[in-house]
């Protein structure tokens, strides 16, 4: 469509998107220029602003097309159609395409816009009828399996949904690699659902964990997985520099340990709880597949290395730490640590030897 003679100027395709971040999506043309995509995020100004737009216009009436003659004033009381005639745009046309019934995405807006003298001919717009459906189609396909792998990448991390989504998904399929393990425990979190409702409960748990996530994904490792007031994360090691795995997991943990120390001030000055946060960081052999019943399964990590460090964690409490590091991670870290003591974990044959960093002491 975007041939010699025919005068688009602008062109936009947007769909809404079922990103827990992000409301909708747009890939928007510009004659001599790239496309572009551009994400708006829940609660944007892109989102607030959505019901004064032509596609709501058409939404709210239940109509699926709609033109607007930029060069005689039409449709200037939108804000995005009044910059387009400002910029020398002369007709704006939209047409909307119903996704079918069984996806929650609704489906998509595609406008163009010319700045050609007299905008579109009849003929012109005859060829976009007749190409619209078939665009639909296209786009539906791609938003489909945008929407499944973004979703998923939400709900099981970016490394385990590509693994996923390159086939690994029977029962018992994965294999064993070595990785830095850090676990992270809200502590005395239980004793909070006495006294706070379920509401606040939900926001205490998201703001912490939003920034465990962070502070986890910025040093490449993948949060497997949320057990109550608890994070499994990973950082796989590469065979060759597992030290790396290491240093990465540790800077996490110093990271959010901090970060956790200003979200509980702001919080503390509005009469808010003190909420801290254990950590243990581990190293060891464990298993990364698919884990549970033939129909429902979960893609996560289990081995001795996993048990060994949510033993660990119980004991952060009785040492008074925050932050503990088993033998194998202090050696392979190569940081300077201080020795607390040999220690029986529950279910676990051999005693522990446990440490925290040296600076730790001070």
Known sequence: MIADGFPIWRASIRMPSLHPMYRGVAANFMRGGETVLENAEHGSATERDF????IFYLLSRGERTGRWNLASGEGLHYTELNEFARSGGT????SLFEFPKEVALRGLGFS???DAPGGFSDDQLAVVAALFPALGLAAYRVAVSKTASDILAVYTGARTSARILAGETRRGMGGSIDAAILLADLRNFTALTEVYQPAEIVGFLNEHFELIGRHVEENSGEILKFMGDSVLAIFPTEAEDPQKACRAALASAQNLLKANEELNRGRTRNGGPDIGIDVVLHLGEVFYGNVGAHDRLDFTVIGR?????????????MLEQDLLLSESFAATSAVACEYLGSFELRGVSKKADVFRLADAAS
């Open 305 to 317: 290395a996993v048990n060994e460090a949510s033993r660990l964690e119980k004991l952060c409490g």
């Open 51 to 54: 019901e004064k737009t032509p």
């Open 91 to 94: 007709d704006h046309v939209i």
């Open 112 to 114: 163009l816009t010319s």
